[in-house]
Nanobody, 126 residues
Framework: QVQLVESGGGLVQAGDSLRLSCTASGGTFDKYNMGWFRQAPGKEREFVAALNWNGGSKRYADFAEGRFAISKDKGKSAVYLQINTTKPEDTAVYFC???????????????????WGQGTQVTVSS
């Protein structure tokens, strides 16, 4: 069975950079579509960034454009989310998600993913 484990969260000051990692085990990672979502306290889970199985298609939420970057390392079975110039409103639990059905485009809907990690907390202080 597929397992996703996030890491890299923590407490940072506004303006700092942060890189979240998600390591996959089980399945065939080379064919995974991957995505990052986040959920702030009292809010619904929202889409952050996604890429398709070969990295040829990437999508970002409007708030993530220009500050966030998603990437994939097949050799390490990992997907990363780089967050630059963090803001207090980035405070949330960040989840990675994976789908084993390779698609030509990145998937932005949560329902498009079969596997989820447990999440990693990111707290940005002002």
């Amino acid at each position: 069975q597929v397992q996703l484990v996030e890491s890299g969260g923590g407490l940072v000051q506004a303006g700092d950079s942060l890189r979240l990692s998600c390591t996959a085990s089980g399945g065939t990672f080379d064919k995974y579509n991957m995505g990052w979502f986040r959920q702030a306290p009292g809010k619904e889970r929202e889409f952050v960034a996604a890429l398709n199985w070969n990295g040829g298609s990437k999508r970002y939420a409007d708030f993530a454009e220009g500050r966030f970057a998603i990437s994939k390392d097949k050799g390490k079975s990992a997907v990363y989310l780089q967050i630059n110039t963090t803001k207090p409103e980035d405070t949330a639990v960040y989840f990675c998600a994976g789908s084993e059905i390779p698609l030509p485009v990145a998937v932005t809907r949560a329902s498009g993913y079969d596997h989820w990690g447990q999440g990693t907390q990111v707290t940005v202080s002002s």
